[in-house]
C-alpha cells in the first residue's frame, strides 16, 4: 500500500511504502533544504522506532522525522481501529446470517413435538396434576446429542420429530435417528402400538418401549427399556403434538 504524507515545514511531499498491516515498516526519503535524508520507520511495537540512514540528522531533518513518525503511528492506529470495528460488524453480520439461516432451516423441517402422555391419576411425583414432558435433543441436533424430557415447548426445534417410514429421527436431519439415549447416524426401525396415545418399540425387540428410567422429572434421560416396567410407571405412552 502506498501512502503520501506530506510533511511539515521546509519538507516537500514524502512517499512512504508500507508492508501488510502484521508488519507495519516503513521506509522513505524526506527532502527538506539541505541534502535528502534516508530512514526506516518501524511502528510494530509500543513505541515506534526510528533508523536514520547515513550522516547523523540535523535539527531541521529531525523535526521533519518527528513529523513522519507521528503521522505513521496515527495511521497504524487508525487501520488498528478499523480493523476492530469491522470485525465487529463482520461478526454481527456473521450472526445474522446464521440466526436467519436457523429460522429458515426450522419452518422447513417441520415435524411434531413426541409428548408423554399423563393422566392425572398417575399421580407422578405424587401429583394430581399433569406435567407437559416432550422428548428433546438435548444440543444442537447433531450426532452425539443426547435425548432427555424437557418442558413442551412451541418453539424448541430440539422438539420436533417425525417418522421416515418407521424410523424415529429428529425433524432437522434425515440421518440421524434415537439409538441407546443419544442421536446417532442410523435406520433403526421403530413401531408405533396403539392408536392417537402409542408405545414406541424397538423394531429389534419388541419387549422394548421408549421410555424414561421411572416417573418422569425434567431432564431424565430416554432410551429403550422393558415395555413393563414403563406400564408400572405410566411412562409407556406418547402420542404427537
Known amino acids: 500500500m502506498k501512502i503520501s504524507i506530506l510533511a511539515l515545514a521546509a519538507a516537500s511531499v514524502v512517499d512512504v ?11 522513505g526519503v524526506l527532502a527538506g533544504e539541505g541534502d535528502e535524508t534516508e530512514f526506516v520507520a518501524d511502528t510494530r511495537g509500543d513505541a515506534a522506532q526510528l533508523r536514520v540512514l547515513g550522516a547523523r540528522p540535523g535539527a531541521e ?37 446464521l440466526e436467519k439461516r436457523d429460522k429458515n432451516r426450522r419452518r422447513r423441517m417441520g415435524g411434531k413435538r413426541l409428548k408423554l402422555f399423563c393422566d392425572e391419576k398417575f399421580r407422578w411425583q405424587d401429583e394430581r396434576k399433569c406435567h407437559n414432558y416432550c422428548l428433546e435433543v438435548d444440543g ?19 422438539q420436533r420429530w417425525r417418522m421416515d417410514g418407521r424410523v424415529l429421527r429428529p425433524a432437522g436431519d434425515r440421518k440421524l435417528c434415537v439409538k441407546g439415549t443419544k442421536l446417532k447416524r442410523c435406520d433403526d426401525e421403530v413401531e408405533l402400538i396403539g392408536g392417537s396415545k402409542f408405545e414406541i418399540h424397538s423394531k429389534k425387540n419388541g419387549k422394548w418401549c421408549l421410555t424414561n428410567p421411572h416417573e418422569p422429572k425434567v431432564r431424565e434421560l430416554v432410551d429403550f427399556r422393558e415395555c413393563r416396567r414403563a406400564r408400572n410407571s405410566h411412562t409407556n405412552l406418547w402420542k404427537f403434538a
Open 17 to 27: 511504502a508500507t508492508s501488510e498491516p502484521s508488519n507495519r515498516l516503513a521506509s
Open 61 to 97: 531533518e529531525e523535526s521533519h522525522v518527528a513529523a513522519v513518525m507521528e503521522h505513521l503511528a496515527d495511521v497504524a492506529n487508525h487501520r488498528e481501529a478499523s480493523s476492530f470495528y469491522e470485525d465487529d460488524e463482520t461478526d454481527a453480520l456473521d450472526k445474522r446470517r
Open 140 to 158: 444442537d441436533v447433531e450426532e452425539g446429542d443426547e435425548i432427555r424430557l424437557a418442558e413442551c415447548s412451541n418453539r424448541a426445534h430440539q
